[in-house]
């Protein structure tokens, strides 16, 4: 049973590009959080997404947006990258919107040159 | 909204010290969830605390959900080498977790 699944593991791209991330997560789950983290802090909590909808969301602008598909994968995508930007950017799921025991993936590590 | 506070943000410990970080919100929690990160790793659920005054142990670990569930806290008993690594508190209901403690221990 495969765990939570993202991908690519490690991007570099220059400021003002756009980057979509991708999460697929735990077999039998169906919500996909999103989180960001700067190098010595802790995660900070992007956005939930359940069936298909965002559920909740954190304090990040609207440069930050996402979907979940019908198979319950998920997708991160940032527009005009800045360089405060760069981070692991950790994709979580769980089986229910009632944030029980939450998964994580590996991450992906995100430079912005 | 929400905030999440731990402390402390380091504790450095000679192996077999014990450890305790504290975290404590500024709202009543629903229930609140304990991950650890290796370093170079990605966090990892250790335990849910649900009710007021809640404690639960596994093994060395103690976990305490305070009476007014606006705090909580995580004691390491006799600590080993292989509890390196930073501990977070997550409050469930708003997905916030705090700043973490990191644990590093000299053998």
């Known amino acids: 049973d495969a765990g939570v699944t993202q991908s690519p593991t490690h991007l570099i791209k220059t400021r003002g590009q756009q980057v979509t991330l991708r999460c697929s997560p735990k077999s039998g789950h169906d919500t996909v959080s999103w989180y960001q983290q700067a190098l010595g802090q802790g995660p900070q909590f992007i956005f939930q997404y359940y069936e298909e909808e965002e559920r909740q969301r954190g304090n990040f602008p609207d440069r930050f947006s996402g979907h979940q598909f019908p198979n319950y994968s998920s997708e991160l995508n940032v527009n005009a990258l800045l360089l405060g930007d760069s981070a692991l950017y950790l994709c979580?799921?769980?089986?229910?919107?009632?944030?029980?025991?939450?998964?994580f993936g590996q991450g992906t590590r995100l430079t912005v040159v | 909204g929400q905030q999440v506070m731990q402390i402390p943000q380091y504790q450095h410990v000679q192996e077999g010290e014990d450890f305790t970080t504290y975290c404590n919100s500024s709202t009543t929690l629903s229930n609140i969830q304990w991950y650890k990160q290796r370093p170079g790793g990605h966090p990892v659920f250790l335990i849910q605390?649900?009710?007021?005054?809640e404690v639960k142990k596994q093994k060395r670990l103690t976990f305490q959900f305070g009476e007014a569930k606006k705090n909580s806290s995580l004691h390491i008993t006799a600590t080993q080498t292989t509890d390196v690594g930073t501990y977070f508190c997550?409050?469930?209901?708003?997905?916030?977790f705090g700043q973490g403690t990191r644990l590093t221990i000299n053998p």
């Open positions: 605390l649900v009710k007021s005054g």
């Open positions: 997550r409050g469930a209901q708003k997905l916030v």
């Open positions: 979580a799921s769980s089986w229910d919107a009632l944030n029980t025991e939450a998964f």
